[in-house]
């Protein structure tokens, strides 16, 4: 079911739509919240005020101006700094404290994205033979060295990078060529 068919059920008070709503957004925008705040009440708080108005009906979510995850993260950007004055209200909202929060439009842009390449990622490295899994993550996503990766694993040195390489060449088919573009420029 599509973002927008839960939230169009979630109008019609149907819990379940928000609890899959809910499982759905509650990490990314969790940490979303989190970076945003440098505070775990605050964005946990943050977390349950949007979602308390999103069952109400507090803003309205038109599909034909945006996804309705950039809608959900500038929601909870917006709560976040609400929670903020309200704790802090003799902070100043200043061009020096504005500049730390980060802009709506790109980093939910780009927290979505990632998002979203991730799941592309996860679900191609799923496809790999567990022994190619094993040697990727241990490389690219715990930044050990081919021969780190052969001690650990107890095998030689060659095996590893074979696996690297042909698990790379896999990837490589499965994965959108867009998003191996933007990896290669990073």
Known sequence: MTDYELYERVRQKDKQA??????RYERILYAFLMQLTQDRDLA???MQEVFIKLWRGVGVYDET???F?????TMGRNVAIDLIRRRKPDLQLDESYAETIPSTERSVEREVEWQEERTQIETAMAEL???QQQVVRLMYFQGLS???IADACGIPLGTVKGRIRL???QLRRRLSPDLIDKEVER
């Open 65 to 67: 101006k945006g996804q």
């Open 167 to 169: 698990a790379l060449k």
């Open 129 to 131: 033979p567990a022994e």
């Open 146 to 148: 081919q021969q780190k």
């Open 69 to 73: 995850r950039s809608w959900l993260f």
């Open 44 to 46: 946990e708080e943050a």
């Open 18 to 23: 928000l609890e899959t709503l809910y499982d």
